[in-house]
């Protein structure tokens, strides 16, 4: 009789041990397909370039664009600013070294009527000025 249940558990245990093979097996390959997946759509977001090189890219801008000794400012369709250079937020400040680390976001009408001085405007919560 003991020999009967021991082969009967015996007998339980491979099929739990190859139901849960089977389960590895399967997550591997569904984790192996989202892996390649995901990569393709980071080379896809990325336009071909390695992280670093993106990097690489933008710091050599902005080293280029800080560099300029005339005050730079681009902007978006609607007048809001999306990059200045240091010498723009220094034009825009109270003295030389005490302009805005950002200028991101506020709208040049703003910075362009009289009277207005960067470093009076309020900071939101994530440390971005912006008009009142």
């Known amino acids: 009789m003991a020999s ?4 009967h558990i015996s007998e339980r245990h491979r099929n739990i041990l190859i139901v849960h093979l ?3 097996i399967l997550m591997m390959l569904v984790s192996t397909f989202l892996t390649h997946a995901f990569i393709r ?3 896809k977001s990325l ?3 390695n992280p670093h090189e993106l990097l690489n890219m933008y710091i050599r801008q ?3 664009m800080n560099s300029i000794e005339e005050g730079l400012i681009a ?3 609607d007048g809001k600013i999306l990059f200045s250079n240091i010498v723009a937020r220094n034009l825009f400040s109270d003295g030389p070294g005490e302009g805005p680390p950002l200028m991101a976001g506020i709208s ?3 910075i362009l009527t009289p009277n207005s001085t960067l470093s009076s405007t309020p900071v939101n919560q994530s440390g971005a000025r912006h008009a009142p």
């Open 47 to 49: 336009m071909g370039f």
């Open 108 to 110: 040049v009408s703003y």
């Open 75 to 77: 902007t978006d369709t």
């Open 41 to 43: 759509f980071l080379r």
């Open 62 to 64: 902005d080293d280029v």
């Open 4 to 7: 009967v249940f021991t082969a």
């Open 22 to 24: 089977a389960i590895f």
